[in-house]
Every structure is written in structure tokens, then in C-alpha cells.
């Protein structure tokens, strides 16, 4: 089992650019959430996606967008990309079932974004 | 809106000997979860233990055990025999009741001397 991957491990941006981040969640899990850490900082929801829609968002402007495809992995959009864009991006992945409550949110080991 | 506070930026032990790392949030909810989290250089979050707001009992996973006070709204941390692979960035973060989303502190550096 790959768990949880995301690509590119490292991105070096320019500002106003736009970039796209991608995720494959762990085997068996069917929503995908992301998050932003910046440096020296604990993780910041940004949207959590379910059966291909988006089901709870954080308090992040329209810039940040995402997409959940039908084998459940997911990309997050940024556009108009700020220096302040420049974080950690990880994604997490967990089962929505009849047990969801009780089921564990598993991390990648992130994207570093990096906007100059 | 939750929020979770942990107050201790920095922390160090010696390998071998306890610590114990500091929690608390504010929610106006009764069923919640509460988790630790470890990030190591890796940059990898990994779940070391978690807390369900309906059971009593403080939860423990091997050398990991927490203190619950839901009415103080505390949720610590402690490591027992500490080892040096315990040096990582900790997390404590809250869940409501819905399990859609992760509120996380600011984060515990925690480092174990040899």
C-alpha cells in the first residue's frame, strides 16, 4: 500500500503564476482534504472533497480551487499565485463510510511551494 | 469556530525520561475527537494518538497516553521513555462531530537529548 501521494514534492513559482498540485489518496479511502502550513506553523484547512464535489471549505479566497477525479485522487489550483502562497501543501485522505467517525485522517508528506 | 492553543513552542527531554506536551481548545460542541499528531523532518504528519469526547477514558497507544479534561477543555500529551526518534514537531488538533475538517495548534517542538 503507497498510501498517501502527492506530486511535486518540491515547486519553485513565480508570483501571479497559477500551479496545480495533485494527490492520489491511501488505497480504500474516498475524501481528500488539503491543507496549508506555512513555515513554523500548524495546517490550515483549505477544502475537503467527496464524491467528486466540495464538501467543507476553510477560510481561503476563490484563488484556491480543487477537483476530485472519479478513482477519488485530486488536484488543488492556485491561481494568481502571492509570495504569502509560499507553504507546505499536504494532503489527507480518510474513508467516508458507515464507520467515518471513526476512521483517521493519513497525511503525504506534502508539496513544498515555493513563489518568488 | 474552534481554536486550539498549544502553549509550549519549544520542549526538550532526556532519552529515557517522561514529558508531557500541553493542549487546549475552546468548541462549543459536546461530541468531538481529539488527536496528536507527530511531523517529523519528513515533513510526513503521523497520527500518534486519539481521543474520542464521548469516552471517559484517557486513550493510550504504547508509550503515548493523554490527560482529557473535557470541562477544562485540556488534552496533554505524555511520552514515556522518551527516545530520540520522538524529535519531531507535535500537533494536537480537534475534529468536530462531522469528521470533515482538522483544526490544528501552532505546534510543539520537541527535542530528546541523548
Known amino acids: 500500500d503507497a498510501g498517501v501521494t502527492q506530486s511535486p514534492t518540491h515547486l519553485i513559482k513565480t508570483r501571479g503564476q497559477q500551479v496545480t498540485l495533485r494527490c492520489s489518496p491511501k488505497s480504500g479511502h474516498d475524501t481528500v482534504s488539503w491543507y496549508q502550513q506555512a513555515l513554523g506553523q500548524g495546517p490550515q484547512f483549505i477544502f475537503q472533497y467527496y464524491e467528486e464535489e466540495e464538501r467543507q471549505r476553510g477560510n481561503f479566497p476563490d484563488r484556491f480551487s480543487g477537483h476530485q477525479f472519479p478513482n477519488y485522487s485530486s488536484e488543488l489550483n492556485v491561481n494568481a499565485l502571492l509570495l504569502g502562497d509560499s507553504a507546505l501543501y499536504l494532503c489527507?485522505?480518510?474513508?467516508?463510510?458507515?464507520?467515518?467517525?471513526?476512521?483517521?485522517?493519513?497525511f503525504g508528506q506534502g508539496t513544498r511551494l515555493t513563489v518568488v | 469556530a474552534q481554536t486550539v492553543t498549544q502553549s509550549q513552542p519549544e520542549m526538550s527531554v532526556q532519552e529515557a525520561e517522561t514529558v508531557t506536551l500541553s493542549c487546549t481548545y475552546d468548541t462549543s460542541e459536546n461530541n468531538y475527537y481529539l488527536f496528536w499528531y507527530k511531523q517529523p523532518p519528513s515533513r510526513q504528519m503521523i497520527l500518534v494518538i486519539r481521543?474520542?469526547?464521548?469516552?471517559?477514558q484517557n486513550a493510550t497507544e504504547n508509550r503515548f497516553s493523554v490527560n482529557f479534561q473535557k470541562a477544562a477543555k485540556s488534552f496533554s500529551l505524555k511520552i514515556s521513555d522518551s527516545q530520540l526518534g520522538d524529535t519531531a514537531m507535535y500537533f494536537c488538533a480537534f475534529m468536530n462531530n462531522a469528521g470533515n475538517m482538522l483544526t490544528f495548534g501552532g505546534g510543539t517542538r520537541l527535542m530528546v537529548k541523548p
Open positions: 489527507a485522505s480518510s474513508w467516508r463510510g458507515q464507520a467515518f467517525k471513526n476512521t483517521e485522517a493519513f
Open positions: 481521543q474520542e469526547a464521548y469516552k471517559q
